[in-house]
């Protein structure tokens, strides 16, 4: 436990500023040199239903958010009941005077009531009650011992630009009200404090998604076709956001197979072009998908999933298309399959998967989810590497070295990479056409000779040879050597590492971890790294073991046991290390 | 006019003998020929079907992607590339059944892209199904009692969703079709040319005969006007005893989607360079983060 660190939870309904006061709060925070990581969980409505915002806060980095809250913002009575049980023995439940409420489990729980009349104050001080959640965040300030001016920046900056600065002042009184009211009440009462750090390097607060588009375009990606889906928008919204000062064609198309074919027919005349959807609209890909292992294009393809089958849980969080992913679409094409697990890794898969994609001419899906698209989580500069972005493009042939060409130019010329030199259309010294069918190394089509089909099937699937040995291998966390070796992959990271520090404090050298990012084709170098491992036990968010089966798959290594989750919400250390327990009450059983 | 032999493929069309696809094929060349468009500035992109074959059989940049994807790939390498002329070739059941949705939407985008439909009325390649443009009735190996369906009206479908070019040719006429291509080709917007294709196999309905016996052209008809949407409006539905081929409609001064794109100014992604993020613009993006 970090010595300064604690979690503050919002809930309340849909439309009544949990989301953006939480975020609001976390950027408070992170101004104040403070680590943030949020985890939201909200129902698919945009009014009523139930919706929290968890923030923990703390001075060392922080990875995941914990499932103990310490302060709890409750919006309406409801609130209570959902999140009591979480909120840990002396914490403490912020609440409108105005509320009915249940007393007693309250009591009972050990947790302390924090009643202020915060509807009232911001009617008396702002002129309106909309500004009880402004209220609320002072209180929040003023209870955690947090220096109100930092939240005031905020609101300044929230409403400043956008309403006017009348609403701002207003919304800055109603803040200092609270703050003083709630200090004076409770102030002494809460033991758990942020202080800003003072000198704190600067920070940057973000999620996946803006990690991702962000990396996406520092890589030279300056087209996104897409359809609208949770969780994927943000990241098309992003692109779109910075469209006009970065030269992005963005383009909202009428279904995902359209975003799909279009995105392919920029990457085919030599954009970087990629589209974002969610596993409903990636299942409507699946042909183009094909298209695109087929005519060689490189392509870039962003699966944020959610819990499924169907639309399953739109607001929720997943890991159970990584099958599907893998093996999409008919028959046999090189693939590449990325998925980060942090705002850094988003950002690097964001320029990765473009480099990859040029330089093998072929599809790279990147795997995210809801968790990672929407979770905050504060970063140092180094997190955002700017300066590590490569553009790579491959064997692309420039305007000089086509007018070079002594033969006729061949586009899917035998190689023993499988990689064929690439002109874009445009040249009159490469002029050719790319079938969806089979074709020759001059593309043209029907060409279901034998020797020919010999010669391209074989061809396009080499280019897997030289990206398994590319592909990172697993990264190790903890100590080398482990009683337990925790595998997992994608978003699940920062809960995996918390989970290991925790295991490895009580008991040293109980537990270590293998993250992997790089899922396919399946890196090379994992298998010495799970050779070392003694007990394997892989942690994932699907029901049926999709990594630990492709994991077996490709190493011959049967995973020891197997920890999931399938109630769509994310991972946490808390969940994972009480799973263990379960784990070491049935060693060997649980055969994966 | 540049020499037709230019557009002269390697490959040998496997048409069956006497489809109107060929009177396709020679008339885009000739409409290249003659705006003096080279092999490598322009793309065609089609889907899957006999017709869809066509960048196979022409010596010119040629995408055939899958069933009914045409249009967005097309769209997709105009925006990317606006230096290209691109040409979406699908056929009937291509462009207006599996790739309707496709269709509707690429008409009201009028992105600068031009689009020939093989219109044979029919399922070719898949061996004689009935197509959204069969005639209700019309009796196929899947429709045994006759479709039960009334047949698409391409033409009308495009003026109603404010096409600013609505043509339709015949394949029988490779001269009037070529110069059809060229006016669409030329025309800066989503051009429909709607091409009547006799399928000399599976439609034993629309033959040749059965076209020219009601074909007219309508600038032969000087009471026609091609700016008038009504006009426009009623010969689309003209179809019986008279045919009208020609150009229905064209509306010209609509700014086309890409005139219109602020990204696109300096030219399509595909044409700029790639250069790493300046320093000033990276702070920018890391500015909002704070
Ligand atoms: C997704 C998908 N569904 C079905 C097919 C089979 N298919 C190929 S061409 C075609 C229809 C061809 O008709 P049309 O588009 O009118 O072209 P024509 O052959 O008549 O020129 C069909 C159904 C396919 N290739 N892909
Ligand atoms: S089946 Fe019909 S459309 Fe296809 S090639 Fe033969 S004649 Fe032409």
Known sequence: MAVHELSIKLAGEAGQGVESNGAGFARAAARAGLYVYTASDYMSRIRGGHNSYLLRISDQ????????????????????????????????????????????????????????????????????????????LGATAAVTGF???????????????????????????????????????????????????????????LNGNQALAMGALAGGCRFISAYPMTPASSIFEWLTAHAQRFNVVSKQMEDEIAAVTMAIGAAYVGARAMTATSGGGFSLMVEALGLAGMAEVPLVVVDAQRPGPSTGMPTRSDQGDLLFVTHASQGEFPRLILAPGNVRQCFEAGYRAFNLAERYQTPVIVLTNGFLASSLETVDAQDLPFDEVRIDRGELLDAAALDGLEEPYARFRVTESGVSPRALPGHPKAVYTTPSDEHTEYGAFESEDVANRLQQQPKRMRKLEAARAEMNGPSLYGPGEADVTLVGWGSTLGALQEAVDELNRSRPGSANLLHFTDLWPFPASAEGALARARQLVVVEENQTGQFARLLRAETGRRPDHLITRIDGRAMTPDYILENLKEVALHVGSQAV | MLDLKLYKSENKPTWCPGCGDF????????????????????????????????????????????????????????LAHPGLHVVAVTGDGDGYGIGGNHFLHAIRRNIDITHIVEDNLVYGLTKGQYSPTSAKGFVSSTTPEGAIERAVNPLALALANGATFVARGFSGDPKHLASLFAQALKHPGYALVDVLQPCVIYNRLNTYDFYEQRVYR???DANYDPHDPEQAWQRAHEWGERIPIGVLYQESGVPTYEEQVPALAQGGPAQRPMPPLTEAEREALLAELV
Not at chain 1, 113 to 136: H, Q
Not at chain 1, 172 to 199: I, Q, S, T
Not at chain 2, 41 to 59: A, R, T, W
């Open chain 1, 61 to 136: 980095k922080a990875r995941v958010h914990r499932d103990s809250v310490h302060l709890l913002l409750a919006f309406n009575p409801h609130a209570i009941t959902a999140h009591l049980h979480e909120v840990v023995p002396g914490g403490a439940i912020i609440v409108d005077e105005g509320m009915r409420i249940p007393e007693d489990p309250v009591k009972a729980a050990g947790l302390q009531l924090f009643p202020l009349p915060l509807k009232d104050l911001a009617e008396r001080v702002g002129g309106s009650k909309i500004m009880l959640n402004t209220a609320a």
């Open chain 1, 147 to 205: 220096d109100l001016a930092y939240v005031e920046g905020v609101i300044r900056d929230n409403f400043g630009s956008k309403k006017g600065a009348a609403v701002a002042e207003a919304n800055l009184k109603v803040a200092r009200a609270a703050y003083e009211l709630a200090g004076d009440r409770y102030g002494r009462r809460f033991p758990w404090k942020l202080h800003a750090v003072e000198d704190a390097p600067r920070r940057y607060l």
């Open chain 2, 23 to 78: 009177g396709i094929l020679n008339a885009v060349k000739q409409a290249l020929a003659d705006l003096e468009i080279w092999p490598h500035e322009v793309l065609f992109v089609s889907g899957i079907g006999c017709g869809s074959k066509l960048p196979d059989y022409i010596n010119a940049n040629g995408f055939t992607t899958v069933h009914g994807r045409a249009l967005p790939v097309a769209q997709g390498a105009k």
């Open chain 2, 218 to 220: 309508l600038e032969e």
